[in-house]
């Protein structure tokens, strides 16, 4: 069934049936003040941090409650119902609703008995709170008298884990207050105040636009006993009865009497924070004028249009287009963000950055923002240690050149992370590689940056520091060793098992870093790599190629994992698409892996992880076997690597099977079947579930995911074709032999960049003719000095 659609002259997903197979959410806010909400106003918010920073409470796992509810009743008919379909619920052939999900903020529109309302949600640009904009109309041609309560949950500790289940303690630490137009809550209120008595630990919720008629600031008070969010007490009966929190749980709860002559049209404004009396007033003064709220909408729209304005396409693909376009790269920017902090499925617990996930999410923006990848980009070097690994997990209160390491316990014991693991600074190549490529700014690799555990060295130290990594920590086949596991955390192989993943990164990071080398004229290093990688070569092409395939790796005694041999998981997919990706396959060797991968693990959603599933002959380390087949690592259809295998086939000139993979897994393609998938059909999920599950199809674990940054980059570099390098951009798409024409529009260095691309052939890869500004080329390529502000570019495939 089909729940909404893409609106791509307004980039926005319009959801027209509120009854989705699952909460479909949207991110508004910044690093500095989070909130997710679903198409039912469900949903939580934070400062800073989802484990320490939350303000409101959420519960998750299905429910999608409480969240930013506003309630709207008929006084004199004693009706009540929601602006956002839940958590009333109304009946949906008498109550109608739209949600307008956009680029940080949501629009939820409803009509019933004759009043329409409109709830804009967002968090303005550069600012640490959140408005909700609430538009009521009369549409009948009587009066009405309709009552508004606005209504938030506050958590009781800005810890979530305390707040959850420490209740000995978060159950008497709060108090609120009402003052003018707000509710004001206290967290430990005798603890945080400074000599003027002010009391900076403080949340607020206010209202502007209307007096308040009463308040509640304690939830049982609002939602009443045996009552619940769907029916508050204070709703039924039309008034709050102005009790405040006292050692209880507290909420803001906000009611106003209007009245609505015929065709009239009132606005009032909510807002949510963590400010003192004082500075909540001065905000809330802010937007006594509520024409303020359309400008900042203006300004949210301006930032984020902005920022995807630099990468735009037109292809036969309405899919493909909504993807690329608007919401695969709005989903780079979020999980860039985030990472993998703060969801309706990530609880908010995880209060730092993974290295790997993070390194990799900064791909997805670059081509997009440059300078705000850069910034991450030095964050995530100055978490490097000066053994050349990366800190498994970086706390977002990172103190860079004074962190312990995964060597010392106290690190261990502060964030869980056992040892290194074997990838992770290897994952620096590529995304350094992508900035200097795109930006053009060739002085960053002598950029010098910290070292988590203290020194410095530039960046082009870092990288060498990586290299030199994977170098002391070789196993037994002279591959790097798996330490505490590579990118798939479900296969341990053993401290001194071998990947033949990461044996495939360390080969293409040489490959990177030998073009920095040769660039800085570092002859002596130049020819230490070409020795290494030569023997690495022999040692990957010797042990880990098998007939039709490579093999995953081999555990720290011997055994060979991913043998064609082997009765469950014979077939793996990153090791296929990571030997075309590197360049160590040859071509032989890439058509043969890439046949087997279609073969073996293609399904109708996408490509699987592995196959079969384990159940029977898992070996000692297989962690993958916690999960039921066809799920997860387990055989499941892993999203992550759908951009990898993309820009496998890409690479290879194979844009019919690449367009294929990305068709397969892509949200937007699936959009009229969402009761299967259940997820939202414009943002990746982290896995779906493959043959042998009987859900096959249903994915799972929405929004943060490397999924994002992964299909861009395939999509992007791929499909697209647009590979920037040290000097220039080579143009060479890799499209379905049926798209007969197609146009980019591309920011490139602060150039402007209006390709268009002619197939009348019907070709998949290859071009016959390549023009600059009139002028054939004899290479399909545009350096970077030839270029005017204002480009067209003609490609003839």
Not at 80 to 102: F, I, M, R, T
Not at 480 to 487: I, V
Request: proline share 4%; with cysteine.
């Amino acid at each position: 069934m089909n729940y909404g659609y893409f609106d791509e002259k307004n980039k926005e997903y319009v959801i027209t049936k509120p009854n989705t197979p699952a909460p479909w959410a949207n991110y508004l806010g910044s690093p500095a003040y989070g909130a997710i909400i679903s198409n039912n106003a469900g949903g939580y918010s934070f400062v800073k941090s989802g484990a320490n920073g939350r303000i409101s409470r959420y519960i998750f796992n299905q429910e999608d409650k409480p969240g930013r509810y506003i309630y709207l009743r008929d006084d004199e008919a004693n009706d009540y119902w929601s602006a956002s379909w839940q958590p009333v619920g109304k009946d949906l052939s008498v109550y109608k609703n739209e949600c307008h999900h956009g680029t940080a903020y949501t629009n939820i529109k409803a009509e019933y008995a004759g009043i329409k309302s409109e709830a804009l949600y967002y968090v303005p640009l550069d600012r640490t709170y959140e408005v909700w904009r609430l538009k009521v109309t009369n549409t009948t041609d009587r009066v009405r008298k309709i009552s508004t309560f606005g209504f938030i949950e506050f958590t009781n500790d800005s810890n979530y884990e305390n707040d959850q289940v420490n209740l000995q303690y978060t159950l008497f630490i709060t108090k609120t207050d009402f003052k003018k137009n707000k509710i004001l809550q206290s967290i430990n209120p005798n603890m945080w105040k400074d000599e003027t008595g002010t009391n900076h630990k403080e949340r607020f919720f206010g209202l502007v636009g209307a007096d308040v008629t009463s308040y509640n600031g304690d939830k049982e008070a609002f939602i009443g006993n045996y009552h619940s969010y769907g029916n508050p007490i204070a709703v039924e009966k039309g008034m709050c009865d102005n009790t405040l929190n006292y050692n209880t749980n507290g909420c803001g709860a906000l009611h106003s009497a209007l009245t609505l002559q015929p065709g009239e049209t009132k606005e009032i404004a909510y807002v949510l924070g963590q400010y003192d009396d004082v500075e909540s007033s001065k905000i809330l003064d802010s937007y006594k004028d509520l024409s303020v709220v359309d400008k900042e909408l203006e300004e949210l729209k301006a930032y984020w249009h902005g920022k995807l304005s630099h990468l735009q396409v037109n292809t036969p693909s309405e899919a493909f287009n909504a993807m690329i376009n608007t919401w695969n790269a709005y989903q780079c920017f979020m999980t860039f963000i985030w990472s993998r902090a703060a969801s309706f499925i990530y609880c908010g617990l995880r209060n730092g950055y993974g290295y790997r996930d993070t390194v990799q999410d900064i791909q997805g923006i670059i081509h997009l923002d440059p300078e705000m990848a850069v910034e991450k980009i030095r964050f995530m070097l100055s978490a490097q240690v000066d053994n050349g690994g990366g800190l498994p997990l970086v706390k977002f209160d990172h103190n860079a050149g004074h962190e312990d390491t995964p060597d010392d316990a106290s690190y261990v014991q502060a964030t869980g992370h056992p040892a290194y693991r074997a990838d992770d600074a290897l994952w620096l190549f590529p995304t350094v590689l992508k900035y200097i490529a795109e930006s053009g700014n060739k002085e960053f690799i002598d950029e010098v940056i910290v070292y988590a555990n203290g020194g410095e060295g530039s960046v082009y130290d870092h990288l060498k520091r990586a290299i030199n990594f994977s170098m002391e920590r070789l196993g037994d086949h002279n591959m790097p060793a798996g330490l505490h596991a590579d990118w798939n955390d479900c296969l341990r192989l053993g401290k001194k098992g071998e990947s033949s993943f990461v044996a495939l990164q360390l080969y293409y990071a040489m490959t990177v870093l030998r073009g920095f080398a040769e660039d800085k004229n570092d002859t002596e290093y130049v020819a230490y790599l070409d020795r290494v990688q030569k023997e690495l070569y022999d040692t990957i092409q010797k042990c880990c190629w098998e007939d039709d395939r490579f093999i995953r790796g081999y555990k720290e005694d011997g055994q060979v994992i991913g043998s064609k041999k082997d009765p469950e998981a014979n077939m793996w997919l990153n090791p296929q698409s990571w030997a075309v990706i590197s360049g160590l396959a040859t071509k032989d060797q890439a058509e043969a892996a890439l046949e087997s991968v279609h073969r073996e693990l293609n399904t109708p959603y996408g490509v699987r992880l592995m196959a079969p599933s384990y159940v029977d002959h898992a070996f000692d380390g297989a962690l993958a076997l916690l999960f039921n087949p066809s799920t997860k690592e387990n055989g499941g259809i892993f999203s992550q690597p759908q951009g990898w295998i993309i820009l496998a086939e890409s690479l290879m000139g194979h844009g019919n099977r690449a367009f294929e993979y990305f068709t397969e897994s892509s949200p937007a393609s699936q959009n009229d079947d969402a009761d299967t998938r259940k997820l939202e059909p414009y943002c990746h999920g982290q896995f779906t579930e493959a043959t042998g599950s009987p859900f096959e199809g249903r994915s799972h674990v929405h929004w943060l995911t490397g999924t994002a940054s992964t299909v861009m980059v395939g999509c992007v570099e791929g499909i697209l074709g647009m590979r920037p390098d040290l000097n220039g951009l080579l143009v060479a798409p890799s499209v379905p032999s049926d798209w007969k024409e197609f146009e980019i529009s591309k920011v490139f260095r602060g150039k402007q960049l209006n390709i268009k691309v002619e197939n009348k052939s019907g070709a998949e890869s290859g071009y016959k003719e390549f023009y600059l500004n009139g002028e054939k080329l004899e290479k399909n390529y545009i350096p970077a000095d030839k270029m005017k502000d204002v480009n067209e570019v003609l490609l003839v495939m």
